[in-house]
């Protein structure tokens, strides 16, 4: 209802300037911003307002100031003095927001009065005049709104939990290697939900269904990699990445998206629910395992529970942080129990650390053996230098890649051979060459040719001593040094080869463009 206090029908000489701020989240048509609209220019006609502008959040909760960009200039307009109004029209109290805490909605229109722009609620049956009755009446409003904030979010909840349990998923995407699948009231299939696309019935439900064959086969995969394999998420990443594989999203694997994966029970069917809390816009909270809501069995499952269960041991063994001491404790225990120390030793122990903890915090396994005085049979360092050469690489790749498109050129990646396809005009293979310590204390690279696919170019990058660091780059073009199977390089190569050696790979971007020339020539 229109407020009617104060009216007049006689007209003002001047009509005063104001501005209205309107806001519809989701809640009822009643609050659409043209029926504030309109409230608003009544109400506006008869007390000799003249509406000169609009904020409008369409959409946007009131819980917070955070998101609602209309109201934030609004604020920002009057603090500045950039306003050319002096009134603000609201339709009523809540609009103005539902804020959990009462101050900080009266703080807001403090700013407006402080800055001379005084706020009228039009559909309000009180004056906002100062007065102590509209004080308390205000505060009232205030407090309701945001309590019928806490109610509605209570009641949702609930109902969310119920149909969890009863098997349905409740939003979100539905993730890498699952789909979402509509079914009726009656659990009947209706249709497969794509990126987002929402359901249209309010009796109708969403649950979770593998997804394409190659997309379950990769998950699958992923999880030998880490259970069997025993390589770490980032490696993971580096891997699919290097295939040319994408995310269900289109985007490259990280590190976050393969751990994901591995911690998430839908994967073995399990629907689970209020893992996190994100209440009334509130900072968001992890819940303890028993505040989870969940219905063991609901869907297919992709992944067998074992390998799951496995994951979380390995991930669990990761997380927590043992010392450097405790650690060598544990292995020189091993050490002593069973006479030899391999990976395989140590990650066939149930409740002992796996060998990649040793592997991440020492920088390799044999230098943890090292520090518990054993030495294995075979110098096995080159094994841990080319894990870790492995693991590089596909940075690498990605490094030149975005070098080269800095650099204006283009640059397609075959996901079977791995070579690099610059400009559409020749192929590049990428390399990584291990630098060795010869017997005598000098460092030396070989280089290999890959004699199969023959690339026209083989991009060369030497590592420094350490084998952690590029130490510079060479672009070896197979027309003058393809026909050898390796090459041979040592600190210092003479004029010819260092007329292909570039420090940086800014620099070596250069040589890249000349490679091109040289090879379609």
């Avoid at 992890?286 to 297919?300: I, K, Y």
């Amino acid at each position: 209802m229109t407020n009617t206090s104060g009216n007049s029908d006689e007209k003002p000489e001047r009509l005063i300037r104001a501005a209205q701020y309107v806001r519809m989240s989701t809640e009822h048509q009643k609050y659409s911003t043209e029926n504030q609209a309109e409230i608003i220019a009544e109400y506006a006609a008869h007390r000799g307002f003249e509406i000169v502008r609009t904020y409008e959040d369409s959409g946007k909760s009131g819980l917070k100031l955070d998101g609602r960009l209309s109201l934030q200039k609004l604020i920002a307009d009057v603090r500045s003095g950039n306003t050319d109004f002096e009134v603000v029209l609201v339709y009523d109290v809540s609009r103005w927001g539902r804020f959990q805490d009462a101050d900080e909605s009266a703080y807001y229109e403090f700013i407006c009065r402080e800055g001379g722009i005084k706020v009228h609620y039009c559909a309000e049956q009180f004056e906002n005049d100062g007065s102590l009755s509209a004080t308390i009446i205000k505060s009232m409003k205030r407090a309701m709104a945001g309590e019928y904030s806490r109610e509605l979010s209570a009641k949702v909840f609930t109902g969310q939990c119920r149909l969890i349990r009863l098997g349905f998923r409740q939003g979100g995407p539905a993730g890498f290697g699952l789909r979402r699948v509509l079914v009726d009231e009656h659990c009947n299939p209706k249709t497969t939900l794509q990126r987002g696309e929402q359901k249209s019935l309010q009796t109708d439900r969403v649950v979770l269904q593998p997804g394409p064959p190659e997309e379950v086969e990769m998950v699958r995969r992923l999880y030998r990699m880490f259970v069997v394999q025993q390589r770490t998420e980032s490696e993971i990443a580096g891997i699919l990445n290097g295939e040319g594989h994408v995310t269900d999203l289109g985007r490259p694997w990280t590190r976050g998206t393969v751990h994901q994966i591995l911690t998430n029970e839908k994967y073995i069917g399990n629907n689970v629910y209020n893992r996190v809390s994100f209440k009334l816009k509130a900072k968001r909270v992890l819940n303890p395992p028993d505040m989870w809501v969940r219905h063991d069995g609901a869907f297919e499952p992709i992944v067998e529970p074992d390998f799951y269960e496995a994951a979380q041991r390995i991930i669990d063994t990761r997380s927590k942080r043992y010392t450097d001491q405790e650690l060598l404790d544990r292995l020189a225990a091993l050490l002593a129990e069973k006479g030899w120390l391999s990976g395989l030793v140590i990650d066939e122990v149930e409740d002992m650390p796996s060998s990649i903890t040793f592997r991440h915090r020492f920088g390799s396994l044999v230098r943890a053996y090292e520090l518990v005085g054993y030495s294995p049979a075979r110098d096995y360092r080159y094994i841990e230098t080319n894990r870790a050469l492995r693991a590089l690489h596909p940075d690498v790749v990605q490094e030149v890649i975005a070098g080269i498109e800095s650099a204006g050129g283009s640059v397609r990646r075959d996901p079977v051979s791995d070579l690099l396809h610059i400009n559409e005009e020749f192929t590049a293979a990428l390399v990584i060459a291990r630098c060795q310590v010869s017997p005598a204390g000098n460092l030396r690279w070989k280089i290999r040719f890959d004699q199969g696919l023959r690339p026209g170019i083989t991009i060369a990058a030497r590592m420094e001593d350490d084998n952690r660091t590029i130490r510079d780059y060479y672009l070896l073009p197979w027309l003058d040094l393809g026909k050898s199977p390796d090459l041979r390089l040592a600190p210092e190569n003479g004029i010819l080869l260092d007329a292909y050696r570039y420090e940086t790979l800014e620099a070596f971007m250069d040589l890249t463009r000349r490679a091109a020339l040289r090879v379609a020539a």
